[in-house]
Each structure stands twice: as C-alpha cells, then as structure tokens.
C-alpha cells in the first residue's frame, strides 16, 4: 500500500512540475533535450569557465579515469567468471 501512494505522489508531482513548467528557463525551450548543453546557444556565455579549477593536471586526470575504467572492468570479469 505504501508503494502504491508512494508511485501515485511521485506521479502527481511530475505531472504538477511539468505543467507548470518548474525549472526551465524561459527563452531557451529546445523540449525534452533542454539538458543538452551544447543545444543551448552561446552557451559558453552561461557557464563561467572559472566556476571550477583542479591542481591536478589533465593527463594524470585521463589516466586515473582509464586506470579506474581497467580495474572496473578486471573486477567485473571476475565477479562473472565466478557463475
């Protein structure tokens, strides 16, 4: 029971958010791929490119996320080997 009126709040919230049009900015309306940054134009006009800065430098940066893509995938391999 308690899931049914959990669905039926959640689906009445959406419904409520999309009809009165919460959340998006009026004069940029692109429908159901509003999240496509790269859609929106001068886009780069929006974002402040100095929002975020890292002293870590952009090849470690490539190399941690492949190093993590590897040991995931070796992980996964093993978790299946052991069906």
Not at 4 to 28: D, H, P, Q, S, W
Request: no cysteine.
């Amino acid at each position: 029971m308690a899931t049914i009126i959990v669905v039926v709040a959640i689906l009445f919230t959406a419904i409520y958010i999309m009809a009165n049009r919460i959340g998006l900015v009026e004069g940029l309306d692109f429908g159901a791929g509003a999240y496509y940054y790269a859609d929106i134009p001068n886009f780069e006009k929006i974002l402040r490119m100095d929002t975020y800065s890292s002293g870590l430098p952009l090849w470690l940066a490539i190399v941690l996320f492949l190093a993590w893509g590897y040991l995931m995938y070796k992980l996964w391999v093993w978790i299946d080997s052991r069906k």
